[in-house]
């Protein structure tokens, strides 16, 4: 059974950094695209970064790009995503996404909420 299992999630002020992380088990993770996705209640779940497997070839959505990072370490089946200079605009439910085509995976969610 897969499970995605998202941390790292919480309530900090504007211009602060927060690192999630995901743990994947139950697939082969060297070979999965890992990803970051967000949403916002009322809204469509929207791409913020991914990774393919082996760590080559990043994609970034443009609100994010040069300012969030993702990475991934497969030793320990953990994906990861640096987000540092958090603006309001970036609260959002964060959900870790695993792709290995035909399949695709989500993890439960972990919330960012971004507010003075």
């Known amino acids: 059974q897969v499970q995605l299992v998202e941390s790292g999630g919480g309530s900090v002020q504007p211009g602060q950094t927060l690192t999630l992380s995901c743990v994947a088990s139950?697939?082969?993770?060297?070979?999965?695209?890992m990803g970051w996705y967000r949403q916002v209640a009322g809204k469509e779940r929207e791409l913020v970064a991914r990774i393919g497997w082996l760590g080559g070839g990043t994609e970034y959505a443009a609100a994010v790009k040069g300012r969030f990072t993702i990475s991934r370490d497969n030793a320990k089946n953990t994906v990861y995503l640096q987000m540092p200079d958090l603006k309001p605009e970036d609260t959002a439910v964060y959900y870790c996404n695993a792709e290995r085509p035909p399949d695709r995976y989500w993890g439960q969610g972990t919330p960012v909420t971004v507010s003075s």
């Open positions: 139950g697939l082969r993770f060297k070979t999965s695209t």
